[in-house]
């Protein structure tokens, strides 16, 4: 898609700091539309009913064909992502709830451990062709609280980057060609050179391959419960070779006897396939820009003390959402309780290599990502300076390396040469002011019952005496 020229942002190149600081026109990018999968198994009812009460009264209205308008601009649509039905009491359940909410895609997937990378691949491959045109694609869990005013402020300003991969991003040390699986993480400075050293040449051999694969070595994931392409990119990465390989090479390893790491886990995670197919065997020339809100707060698991500020400060996900009352409504009373406006980081987008420059110099890999020197869970303690900090309660080794000895490291040229074309976008740990969330109808959603929600569900939120949510009676339409 070409796009007019007048949307085209001006861009300012400060030579000193090797860094593009985006301008957009006030008018670039205001209205954008986010097709988002939210991936859910069948017994999810409650949760799916939760998460679709919450995001209905955030938003300004929705429209006949199903897409929630925001108050600050941008539109939001949610499709329900999951395998087919496989008995038919289960069938009957999900064609009522379909016929009455219209969200849910049933795809022709097994539900297992090792199909979590086919259901993403499969979403982002359909999603424009079953929901309509979108700016943006992207892929959530179904126990997700949404922030949605937050992430549109986040991505606004991206959206018309045709290729642009947003959300929390860490660095897989390399793809595991035989167990199909990512080897570990690299996410701090010696660690990651030092995997980048491996793999560095532009002719890696073909034991490090897999196939499908042009390249292999340290890559970029976005945490699988907020990811979010650029439609282009997505449908790219949806139809590509190489993730039809990696899921084929999946379903004969199952097939073969392949058991998971841990039941009930997806294996390998959905996150970071995607992250392993879109670095390593989409065309090395795409002009990725990643967009990584790890600094700034954006996500975390619910934590009962910590989660109330960071609902009313910077929060843009709440993971493992799973009830009504201590979760969804408890999340969504909270971060509209804020006056006011809110703000959203200001990004610095740099290329890749000058970050790993940046990263190395900092304890940021340390201090940034969860599990960060660990692989199989031991960590590295090599480097004469270290910054440690415990994460998840296992102590993690920052090293601090000089630019120019980071120039003249092996791993360097792996960086230079495999990410050449990638921007990465983080924060300058300065922030916008941006509208803040708004709640429709605070005193009834904020003392709706359990039992309420759920009877207001099975009706789409649209009947008096039951959760009624404004907007709810207009007709949802039926998916593309």
Not at 221 to 230: Q, R
Request: net charge positive; proline share 6%; hydrophobic share 40%.
């Amino acid at each position: 898609m070409v796009c007019p020229l007048s949307h085209v942002p001006r861009i300012a190149l400060d030579w000193r700091k090797h860094y593009y600081i985006y301008m957009p026109d006030s008018s670039y990018s205001s209205y954008p539309r986010l097709a988002i999968g939210a991936l859910s198994v069948a017994t999810h009812y409650n949760i799916r009913c939760f998460q679709r009460a919450s995001l209905l009264a955030l938003a300004r209205e929705r429209r006949a064909d199903g897409w929630l308008r925001m108050h600050a601009g941008g539109e939001l649509l949610v499709r329900y992502v999951m395998s087919a039905p496989t008995q038919p009491a289960e069938a009957s359940e999900l064609r009522d709830e379909n016929t009455t909410h219209h969200d849910l895609v049933l795809l022709d997937v097994r539900n297992s451990e090792v199909t979590c990378a086919a259901k993403i691949f499969r979403w982002l491959a359909l999603a424009e062709a079953l929901v309509g045109a979108a700016d943006l694609v992207g892929v959530i869990d179904d126990d997700t609280f949404l922030h949605t005013e937050r992430m549109f402020a986040d991505v606004r300003p991206h959206a018309a980057e045709p290729y642009l991969f947003y959300g929390q991003f860490s660095w897989a040390e390399a793809w595991d060609e035989r167990r199909l699986r990512h080897l570990g993480y690299a996410n701090h400075g010696d660690r990651i050179l030092r995997a980048g050293a491996k793999y560095a040449g532009p002719a890696p051999s073909a034991a490090h391959l897999a196939p499908g694969a042009t390249r292999n070595g340290p890559f970029p994931l976005a945490n699988g419960f907020m990811m979010v392409l650029g439609a282009p990119l997505a449908r790219i990465a949806g139809s590509s070779a190489g993730a039809a390989t990696l899921v084929e090479r999946l379903t004969r390893a199952e097939a073969a006897g392949r058991r998971p790491l841990y039941v009930g886990k997806c294996d390998p995670a959905g996150d970071s396939s995607l992250g392993y197919v879109v670095a390593h065997t989409l065309p090395p020339e795409l002009p990725i820009k990643i967009v990584d809100v790890t600094s700034s707060a954006r996500v975390h698991f619910w934590r009962m003390k910590a989660t109330p500020n960071a609902l009313r400060s910077s929060l843009v996900v709440m993971h493992h959402a799973e009830k009504w009352e201590e979760h969804f409504r408890y999340a969504t009373c909270n971060a509209t309780g804020q006056r006011g406006a809110d703000r959203a980081p200001q990004m610095r987008c740099i290329p890749v290599i000058e970050h790993i420059v940046h990263a190395t110099q900092t304890q940021q890999f340390g201090h940034l990502f969860r599990g960060g020197a660990q692989r199989r869970g031991k960590a590295s303690s090599r480097g004469k300076a270290a910054g440690r900090s415990r994460l998840q309660g296992r102590r993690v080794e920052a090293v601090h390396i000089p630019p120019r000895k980071v120039r003249e490291h092996p791993g360097h040229a792996y960086f230079a040469s495999h990410f050449a074309n990638w921007t990465w976008c983080e924060t300058k740990g300065k922030f916008d002011t941006v509208p803040g969330l708004q709640l429709r109808d605070a005193p009834s959603f904020c003392g709706a019952s359990e039992p309420a929600v759920l009877r207001g569900c099975r009706v789409g939120f649209a009947s008096s005496g039951e959760l009624r949510i404004a907007g709810a009676t207009e007709q949802v339409g039926r998916n593309h």
